[in-house]
């Protein structure tokens, strides 16, 4: 009773409700603008959340990410420009129906599947993570050091594309990540003597530079295209449609549970998996493609339910599943707090606070998405042109007001410069943001590990929980190596000198 | 001459992804032999060689090195499809990049010095010239937006930032 009390003590705070309003609005805002992304959204809003309170701050940062799940998939189905690539799925059926003059149909069906989907997601985030924070109770140094170990394999799977480069962008995140004073011994590794560098590089900074600048210098880069403009017309869905499509809503919104949960599989593969099911077990399945409210209610069910789910194991572990869950962390973090599962001991009322914000989350999306329907020409219309300027004074400002020196207005620079080549050379920025935040917690529980087994390496194999993510984590990579020598094989198979030999 | 251009383009299948992998390949040798050794400092005793500082960064420089090197092959050996290839870029005009840069510059270097709505100012009218934007009402947000955006900084938000140059 007393908890209770005291987590409706933590939510009902009037700065809760604005900051979940306000991060949907950004969210759908940002998402439904082709070229902005709700991880660059989040990045930027991070430096805002220095002064709130802790829930407040991190709602506004879920907020951003569900709105900018759903706002991606009005560009696709309006202008045929994916706001994310887990909404290039809606595009299938989404274009071809605002073509034939349903748009205001596909953009409601997405919407209610995406709310649906979502709240799903919430249920199995307040069920599941609590759950796992209690068998992560029993982990010691040796168990999470495995659990890292297998979270790092999950970099193989962001590596959209190459391995070997997804592989190297992790190695080098890991090698930025000891910049700073060993924390064992104090020793300067790679400080070259700079005191900025003492304590470590700064995260905020670097997340702007990565994920922000590099939009900013292509869209300077690129030849200039004309600005498109969209209009959502029609009627909206009906309630006999929306039955027709709760099956693949429901199956949907499962998939992209179970997909979200485990780290590293993202929104795409859910949105991608949930339509071809859909389309598997649909009467109407020659329709796909072609304009179906069932195809369009598939992908989104699937790409919105893996947001609640993402949370589980980086609120319940203390790992980050994907970029945007890796960013949150960073919050966490600068409000002093660590997720995982002693925060589930010592901050209960916070986490069934945040919940609560989650859950609002849904119902406040099914508000600000119909209004985004109503007005996304007010929106979409803002020309890139003006746009980008005011994103990169939020870069620099954001930057900078971390510790209040111009070291990290370079910082973010540089890694803005990074992030640019990365993209030039087809080289994910995903992976080495995760080898940034893993490489320290991996070297930790190393070293601890050690100091507890005195040296000794059988530490390591200690028991059940270290044997299960041993397992897991050799599984993991022989399913990667797997993977990549199949796809190999089918390239070679059908590359045009085989064919033509 | 026309077979040997052929066959020197089929030897080398995807130039980025080869020189990506020499880049690194240098890096992982200057990493592993000069920079390691020479910046990282080792405690005199060591219960364990895991637990040294250079440890981590000893292996995770190898490993790198063996990726470029694997990075190598695949340009050499894999043909990229042209088309798709989200790495190309359809490029504009020079000057317009150059602009842009020099915006960001302006924040670089005048950021303190100028103080963040000057500077801000400054930055926003160059990226607006850069490329261009030919409606004149535009500029009033190259003005009234870093106003605005400081103050809610400063004020609203907390945050302090260098307001002005005096």
Not at chain 1, 196 to 215: H, Q, R, T, V, Y
Not at chain 2, 92 to 102: E, T, Y
Not at chain 2, 113 to 126: H, K, N, Q, R
Request: charged share 10%; net charge positive; proline share 5%.
């Amino acid at each position: 009773m007393d908890n209770l009390a005291e987590v409706l003590q933590l939510f009902l705070s009037i700065d809760n409700f604005i900051a979940i309003a306000l991060g949907v609005v950004i969210g759908v805002t940002v998402g439904s603008i082709p070229g902005l992304t709700a991880t660059m959204a989040v990045a930027l809003a991070l430096p805002f959340t220095f002064s709130m309170q802790p829930v407040a701050a991190i709602l506004l940062l879920v907020g951003i990410y569900k709105g900018g799940m759903y706002g991606g998939s009005i560009t696709a189905i309006l202008i045929r420009t994916p706001g994310s690539p887990a909404s290039a799925c809606t595009l299938l059926d989404g274009y071809p129906m605002a073509q034939q003059g349903h748009a205001k149909k596909a953009l409601k069906t997405a919407l209610f599947s995406s709310v649906i989907a979502d709240f799903i997601s919430n249920i199995a985030l307040i069920f599941f993570a609590a759950y796992l924070a209690k068998i992560a109770l029993n982990f010691g140094a040796p168990e999470f050091f495995w659990l890292i170990c297998f979270s790092l394999t999950i970099i193989i799977s962001l590596s959209s594309g190459s391995m070997v480069k997804g592989l190297l962008a992790a190695f080098m995140g890991i090698m930025l990540s000891l910049v700073g004073l060993d924390s064992v011994f104090g020793s300067q590794r790679f400080t070259f003597g700079n005191y900025n560098l003492m304590d470590s590089i700064s995260f905020i900074p670097l997340l702007i530079g990565l994920f922000a600048i590099p939009e900013i210098m292509e869209f300077y880069r690129k030849k200039a295209m004309p600005h498109l403009k969209a209009k959502a017309s029609g009627v909206g869905m009906t309630l006999v449609e929306l039955k027709r499509c709760m099956k693949s809503i429901v199956r949907g919104s499962l998939i992209g549970v179970i997909i979200g949960a485990i780290p590293g599989t993202g929104a795409t593969a859910a949105a991608f998996i949930s339509y071809s099911e859909a389309r598997r077990r649909s009467p109407n399945k020659e329709n796909f493609g072609k304009g179906e409210v069932e195809g369009v209610a598939a992908a989104e069910a699937g790409n919105n339910g893996v947001a609640g789910a993402t949370l589980i194991p980086l609120l319940s572990l203390g790992i980050p599943g994907d970029v945007i869950t890796a960013i949150i962390l960073g919050a966490f973090m600068v409000h002093g707090l660590t997720p995982g599962p002693i925060m589930f001991q010592e901050n209960l009322s916070l986490i069934y606070a945040l919940f609560l914000g989650i859950m609002l989350s849904s119902v406040i999306l099914l508000v600000v998405g119909n209004a985004a329907i109503k007005y996304f020409s007010l929106i979409a219309d803002i020309p890139k042109s003006i746009l980008f300027p005011i994103v990169l004074m939020f870069c620099v400002y954001g930057a900078y007001a971390v510790n209040n020196t111009t070291f990290d207005i370079w910082v973010m620079l540089a890694f803005g410069v990074v992030g640019y080549v990365f993209n030039r050379t087809g080289i994910p920025a995903a992976p080495f943001l995760i080898g940034f935040i893993l490489g320290p917690m991996f070297e930790d529980n190393l070293r601890r590990s050690l100091l507890i087994g005195n040296g000794d390496l059988s530490i390591f194999v200690r028991g059940p929980i270290t044997w299960f993510f041993i397992v897991i984590t050799f599984g993991s990579i022989a399913l990667a190596l797997y993977r990549f020598f199949q796809s190999r094989k089918e390239k070679t198979g059908s590359s045009p000198d085989n064919q033509s030999a | 001459m026309s077979l040997s251009r052929s066959s020197a383009a089929n030897s080398a299948k995807d130039t980025i992804d080869i020189v990506t992998g020499l880049v690194l390949l240098v890096l992982s040798l200057v990493l592993a032999f000069y920079l390691i050794p020479n910046y990282i400092g080792e405690p005199p005793i060591l219960q364990n060689p895991m637990m040294s500082p250079r440890w981590l960064p000893n292996i995770v420089s190898w490993l790198m090195l063996a990726f470029a090197l694997l990075l190598v092959a695949q340009g050499v050996l894999t043909k990229t499809a042209k088309e798709g290839d989200e790495r190309k870029l359809v490029k504009g005009p020079v000057r317009r990049f150059l602009v842009m840069i020099a915006g960001i510059l302006v924040y670089v270097f005048f950021f303190e010095m100028l103080g963040a709505i000057l500077s801000g100012v400054l930055a926003t009218v160059l990226l607006f010239l850069a490329h261009p934007v030919r409606t004149w009402w535009a500029y009033g947000f190259a003005i009234a937006l870093p106003v605005g955006v400081t103050l809610l900084f400063v004020n609203v938000m907390n945050v302090p930032l260098p307001l002005m140059p005096f």
